[in-house]
């Protein structure tokens, strides 16, 4: 069984960091891309990073891009999301998210999710 | 970046209802690279539909999708009680990953 468990959010100020880290179970994690994405509070889901099965490639979108980086370890089955100069929008649950193959063109939809953890950035 | 408009945003039906939920995007969508999911309260989102009308593992046949291009819709065909709770769509043929605002659908 798939099972993909996020810890590491908490409340932080304006400009500080955060590092969420994503368990992995239940699958060959290496194999496979791995995606955070975010939803804040009463609102839609906002992707934030994505990383392929080999590590070597990631993907940022301009809101996030320079500010967070995304890593994996394979020998602990972990992914990771670095956050640094947090901003008030930021606050969101993160999610951690599985890619159904090891992240080539077409593979960025997502077949298991984490439960989430809540990032809070206020002063 | 592909802006995707859901609507209606939301619906109010009554179990054992058809219901056809509406994603439509700013451009083409490459190779209809468009996912649904379904989400509840305090929940993790789950998988409904990739490719615009494969449905993921383990997902009843009620549910279905369907459009090309800019245009998609998911169907539910009966609405069961644990089928209300909000839609999303998700466009990944292009980067930046997108998604839709969201359909809620609430029983009447």
């Known amino acids: 069984e798939v099972q993909l468990l996020e810890s590491g959010g908490g409340l932080v100020q304006p400009g500080g960091s955060l590092r969420l880290s994503c368990a992995a179970s239940g699958f060959t994690f290496s194999s496979y891309a791995m995606t955070w994405v975010r939803q804040a509070p009463g609102k839609g889901l906002e992707w934030v990073s994505s990383?392929?099965?080999?590590?070597?490639?990631?993907y940022y979108p301009d809101s996030v891009k320079g500010r967070f980086t995304i890593s994996r370890d394979s020998s602990k089955n972990t992914l990771y999301l670095q956050m640094n100069n947090l901003r008030v929008e930021d606050t969101a649950v993160y999610y951690c998210?599985?890619?159904?193959?090891?992240?080539?063109?077409?593979?960025?939809?997502?077949?298991?999710w984490g439960q989430g953890t809540l990032v809070t950035v206020s002063s | 970046e592909i802006v995707l408009t859901q609507s209606p945003g939301t619906l109010s039906l009554s179990p054992g209802e058809r219901v056809t939920l509406s994603c439509r995007a700013s451009q083409t969508v490459i190779s209809n690279y468009l996912a649904w999911y379904q989400q509840k309260p305090g929940q993790a989102p789950r998988l409904l539909i990739y490719?615009?009308?494969s449905r993921a593992t383990g997902i009843p046949d009620r549910f279905s999708g369907s459009g090309s291009g800019t245009d998609f819709s998911l169907t539910i065909t009966r609405l069961e009680p644990e089928d209300f709770a909000v839609y999303c769509c998700q466009q990944y043929g292009s980067a930046p990953l997108t998604f839709g605002g969201g359909t809620t659908v609430e029983i009447k």
């Open positions: 990383i392929r099965g080999s590590g070597g490639n990631t």
């Open positions: 998210a599985k890619n159904p193959t090891v992240g080539g063109h077409g593979d960025y939809y997502f077949d298991y």
């Open positions: 490719g615009a009308s």
